[in-house]
């Protein structure tokens, strides 16, 4: 579990935590192992937890326009590519709306740290300082990716 740590005290969702509070976020979450082509999430589902990779590799998929099969089903195409040490699923925390992608394991063996929305929510309620530093992370983390797809949508028109 030290990997684990050493992960959480580097994310950026969890600067700014002391550690015996990094440790307290360590003992709700679980470590799961998934296989290359594997989907972890996928788009349209209902969302409760966040991952951060510890091991491997995941990549993020959208619908591409073109139709994959016969069934109708969409072709994917990947937008980002997370490792070590990066966060997916953040949104679970905010809210129980529906999932905006699909993440898939791109790399056998990929270990990821999960944390289930309701053992997170409990968690804030029972420690308001972890509540307050994580959602401001969050925030800002969010704020940037929004203001960074409205930056790239006004220089593309």
């Not at 937890?49 to 990947?78: I, M, N, W």
């Not at 791109?106 to 972890?130: K, N």
Request: hydrophobic fraction near 45%; include cysteine; charged fraction near 25%.
């Amino acid at each position: 579990m030290e990997k684990v740590t050493d992960l959480i005290k580097s994310s950026d969702l969890f600067i700014g935590l002391p550690e015996e509070k990094i440790e307290t976020v360590l003992a709700i979450g679980e470590v799961k192992v998934f296989g290359a082509g594997e989907n972890i999430i996928a788009e349209g589902e209902l969302s409760g937890e966040l991952y951060l990779v510890q091991e491997g590799l995941v990549e993020v998929l959208v619908p591409s326009g073109a139709v994959a099969d016969v069934a109708g089903a969409p072709q994917l195409s990947s937008v980002v590519q997370l490792g070590r040490g990066q966060i997916f699923g953040e949104m679970a925390l905010v809210d129980r709306g529906v999932r905006s992608a699909t993440v898939r394991c791109v790399e056998d063996g990929t270990t990821l740290f999960v944390i289930e929305r309701d053992a997170f929510r409990e968690l804030c309620e029972s420690d308001h300082h972890i509540g307050h530093v994580v959602m401001r992370n969050l925030a800002r983390d969010l704020s940037f990716k929004l203001r960074h797809r409205n930056l790239r949508s006004l220089t593309s028109r």
